[in-house]
């Protein structure tokens, strides 16, 4: 009883306290580096270099009025940003942080929540009922420009799910299992991270993902200069923040599946080399956060060099070049995984 | 007309693995990546360090003394009150044994361009203008009299 129940609810509250942490904290990271970027400081008058930057802006967002539009569909208004926030949160509870157990009380703890068998499959099923979260908050808000953001955000980011999941496909092929544990096991197996076995799959998860996020260079839905601010225009306070908190959760996300799909989630790099064996010193949890760490580094870090994709122009790359190169790698893949047994 | 620079057509295969290997998106990539370094950030975080401006800036007005007797160097010969465009100046004088004396000097800096015109009229260095340009208050009291002119502008450190 006590380990069906108890102990993931601690868990589960754990993590989210964490995430929500993360996320106010990717925030600050993302106006700090995109600031060192273009040669500026950013905030560093709120805390010391800035550091309670994050607070201030979560305590502004609470306090501002609450507007709903004349005209805007009352109850979807209001209820669009929490179907875009629950599925982005809710993943992280299949997602394993390392493996290694220890007991609390008696009752063995992993790191993670849970492993599900369809792991991989679970996470690709919620992004997509992120999607609704979109197009009903644009919708529902009665208004030009959040329409035609929306319209655009979820074609954009159905058009991608396409080309990722098959990206995600030639993982599949060497890891033989859906679960997520399985598949960094497989890593270790293999002595290699699948990014080294897959180095197209995985830019082609990468190109996807941030699409997915709706993130530069492919964030023309929400471009603050191109559609006012795209689907989230009517909102503000706190229905805008818990927008802004499921997009970076969506970021975090789709890092913590690079880092677990691509990168060897909890395994230091040459897992199976003797030689290397003193990078077993540090504990899998940080070589996780060190990774995912990297990948939302990238994410800012291509948002502060890259110019912004046309609409017909993302439209173009996810369909015309994406899909049948990832389509061809799965091939490729499997011809040379049935043939040679690499 | 001679061009600066040709066109010359690259080959279709360095143009197409380009592409493919993304290699002037990695360019893109390194140089701000380079950008990041703390020579490059020439941001002054303006409470704590004050930008230098010249010296022939023109701020806030000042009344100079003599700085051995301390008697002011104003002369009153109200040359400054003419030249101002805006008549934000007013002196006022009083004859003492054929010598005028200075007794009361408002200046309105509100109204003030702070075109220099009056420190350019004044024969002597009495009126200058300083450096200083922090000049808001909280109160309405852009008159300043004789007294505070002599005085010279408060400046307010920061720590933080």
């Known amino acids: 009883m006590v380990e069906y129940f108890l102990i993931p609810a601690v868990q589960i509250l754990i993590i989210f306290l964490v995430l929500l942490l993360f996320v106010a904290y990717a925030t600050y990271l993302e106006r700090k580096v995109v600031a060192f970027m273009q040669v500026r400081l950013g905030p560093m008058r709120v805390g010391p270099y800035g550091l309670l930057q994050p607070i201030a802006d979560a305590v502004k967002l609470m306090f501002k009025e609450d507007i709903v539009p004349a005209g805007a569909d009352k109850w979807i208004f209001m209820f669009a940003p929490v179907i875009t926030m629950i599925p982005a949160f809710t993943v992280f509870s299949v997602i394993p942080f390392s493996d290694s157990h220890t007991t609390v009380f008696g009752y063995p703890v992993h790191l993670y929540i849970t492993d599900v068998?369809?792991?991989?499959?679970?996470?690709?099923?919620?992004?997509?009922?992120?999607?609704?979260?979109?197009?009903?908050?644009?919708?529902?808000?009665?208004?030009?420009?959040?329409?035609?953001?929306?319209?655009?955000?979820?074609?954009?980011?159905?058009?991608?799910?396409?080309?990722?999941?098959?990206?995600?496909?030639?993982?599949?092929?060497?890891?033989?299992?859906?679960?997520?544990?399985?598949?960094?096991?497989?890593?270790?197996?293999?002595?290699?991270?699948?990014?080294?076995?897959?180095?197209?799959?995985?830019?082609?998860?990468?190109?996807?993902?941030?699409?997915?996020?709706?993130?530069?260079?492919?964030?023309?839905?929400?471009?603050?200069?191109?559609?006012?601010?795209?689907?989230?225009?009517?909102?503000?306070?706190?229905r805008f923040a818990i927008y802004f908190m499921a997009e970076y959760a969506n970021m975090i996300l789709i890092s913590s599946i690079a880092a677990t799909l691509f990168w060897g989630g909890w395994l230091s790099p040459f897992p199976n080399v003797k030689a290397l064996s003193f990078l077993q010193v540090v504990p899998g949890v940080v070589w996780f956060f060190l990774k995912v760490f990297f990948f939302m580094y990238l994410y800012i870090w291509l948002r502060a060099t890259l110019p912004r994709f046309r609409y017909d122009q993302l439209m173009r790359v996810g369909w015309k070049y994406l899909i049948p190169i990832s389509i061809g790698n799965v091939i490729l893949t499997a011809v040379l995984r049935l043939y040679f047994r690499t | 007309m001679y061009r600066l620079t040709t066109f010359k057509p690259k080959s279709f295969i360095s143009e197409f693995f380009k592409s493919i290997f993304l290699i002037d998106f990695i360019k893109g990539l390194v140089v701000t990546f380079y950008y990041q370094r703390p020579s490059e950030n020439?941001?002054?975080?303006?409470?704590?360090?004050?930008?230098?401006?010249?010296?022939?800036?023109?701020?806030?007005?000042r009344l100079n003394k003599d700085p051995e007797n301390g008697e002011t160097l104003c002369i009153a010969c109200k040359l400054c009150q003419l030249a101002c465009p805006i008549d934000c100046i007013e002196v006022g004088s009083e004859k003492i044994e054929k010598k005028n004396i200075l007794t009361t000097f408002t200046y309105d800096i509100g109204h003030c361009m702070y075109c220099g015109l009056c420190e350019d009229a004044c024969p002597t260095p009495a009126l200058e203008l300083t450096q200083e340009f922090e000049l808001a208050t909280y109160q309405r009291d852009f008159i300043w009299d004789r007294k505070r002119l002599e005085d010279g502008p408060v400046i307010t450190k920061y720590k933080r």
């Not at chain 1, 890593?187 to 080294?196: E, H, I, P, T």
Request: glycine share 10%.
């Open chain 1, 117 to 238: 068998n369809v792991g991989i499959l679970f996470v690709l099923a919620l992004s997509s009922i992120g999607v609704f979260g979109i197009i009903l908050g644009g919708w529902s808000s009665n208004s030009k420009y959040p329409l035609l953001g929306s319209l655009r955000s979820a074609a954009q980011m159905v058009s991608y799910e396409v080309a990722m999941g098959f990206a995600i496909v030639s993982v599949l092929i060497y890891s033989r299992s859906l679960s997520m544990i399985d598949i960094v096991n497989a890593q270790k197996d293999m002595g290699w991270w699948f990014a080294v076995i897959q180095p197209i799959g995985f830019f082609i998860y990468l190109i996807c993902g941030v699409a997915e996020t709706n993130r530069a260079p492919f964030d023309l839905p929400e471009a603050e200069s191109e559609l006012v601010a795209g689907f989230h225009t009517e909102y503000s306070g706190f």
């Open chain 2, 42 to 61: 020439i941001t002054e975080q303006y409470p704590k360090e004050r930008p230098s401006v010249a010296e022939r800036f023109r701020g806030a007005p």
